[in-house]
């Protein structure tokens, strides 16, 4: 008779079983529940992708046709003057539409993280859910492991597409309005600044709606604190790194560098001491006569060339993502003290 009882289960296994599906509830009640959010996400970056596209053909068709008429921008011929300002208007606002959209994308970032610290967390707090889901569907831990690796996934995945799109977008506009390396709106919204963004902006979301939670308190701090980063490494950024400076002898035919990020240029004395840019710009004074009674021998230009992008980027990628891994220590922190 005990050769027909069939054998009972490794009590391991049984234990191990629901380990390897853990996360799999979380992640799909996650999903259902803000399903609307994400597809509604979803298609505006769409959207933004195949308006971005668009842009871009658009400026190879009016490249296409100002070099059907055979002019270019420095033709003397006034035949040509016409052409040349369709061609540089249709280029102005081009560029201006993709401007905005590198604008939008370092605004991204900082809604995304008010989106996990209000809908996603502290909402959860105020309608009393949470302790039904800590109860019956997954330990605290692991509801806030599935609140920041799900909506990072698909942040970063997201961002980084559109990042990928605006660069290339951008790279199609060229002469007269080339994509500038250190603009605000191509700088933040290129390379990997942007996904360390998401990551840093998630995780101070996570810890604003565990602290307040409050749905639009939390919001309001997590879009504050993103907003505070976000400014101060733009004040900062200059000084990530190590700028080349130049030496010129002043009324020489000194040319400044192609795509300089400028930091900071003036003259200086023999001793050294530095004078600002514009301490001889009178024009009623006599330029040589005012800068040899100021001392000034030499002018200097300190500026960041365009091989810095990538230390630039970097330095700023570490730094946020140095950030994100402080808030979401310090969000795991506060869910062991509430939880107990």
């Known amino acids: 008779m005990s050769t027909l009882t069939p054998a009972k289960p490794d009590a391991a296994r049984v234990s191990a079983a629901p380990a390897r599906t853990v996360l799999r509830g979380p992640t799909r ?4 529940l803000h399903r609307r959010v994400l597809w509604g996400a979803g298609t505006v ?23 059907a008429t055979g002019c270019t921008l420095s033709s003397p011929a006034e035949s040509c003057f016409g052409p040349a ?23 991204l970032p900082a809604v995304m993280g008010a989106f996990v610290a209000g809908p996603l967390i502290a909402r959860e707090w105020e309608s009393g859910s949470i302790k039904l889901s800590w109860t019956q569907s997954s330990r605290p831990s692991v509801w806030l492991v599935t609140r920041l690796a799900v909506p990072a996934a698909l942040v970063v995945c997201g961002i980084t597409a559109l990042s990928a799109v605006h660069v290339w977008a951008q790279g199609r506009i060229k002469d007269p309005f080339p994509a500038i390396w250190y603009d605000l709106s191509y700088f933040g919204a290129s390379g990997t600044v942007p996904a360390a963004a998401a990551l840093m902006a998630l995780a101070v979301g996570a810890l604003a709606g565990l602290v307040l939670r ?9 879009l504050f604190v993103s907003g505070l980063v976000a400014t101060a490494l733009v004040r900062l950024r200059d000084n990530m790194w190590p700028t ?41 004074v006599d330029f040589e006569v005012c800068l040899s009674e100021h001392g000034g021998t030499t002018g200097y230009l300190e500026y960041h ?14 730094i946020l993502l140095a950030l994100a891994a402080l808030a979401v220590f310090a969000a795991f922190r506060v869910l062991r003290r509430l939880h107990g």
Do not use: K
């Open 305 to 318: 060339p365009a091989s810095h992008y990538w230390p630039l980027q970097l330095v700023e990628t570490g």
């Open 214 to 222: 409050r749905t639009v308190p939390a919001m309001a701090a997590s």
């Open 29 to 32: 009640v996650l999903l259902r």
């Open 85 to 107: 300002r369709v061609y540089t208007d249709h280029m102005l606002d081009l560029d201006r539409l993709l401007g905005y959209v590198g604008l939008a994308l370092l605004a």
């Open 244 to 284: 080349t400076r130049d030496t010129f002898t002043p009324g020489s035919d000194y040319v400044w560098p192609d795509r300089a990020a400028v930091v900071e240029w003036g003259y200086m004395t023999s001793g050294g001491d530095r004078l600002p840019s514009n301490i001889c710009a009178d024009p009623s």
């Open 45 to 67: 970056s769409l959207v933004a992708i195949v308006g971005m596209v668009a842009v871009a053909l658009g400026a190879d068709r009016v490249a296409a046709d100002f070099a």
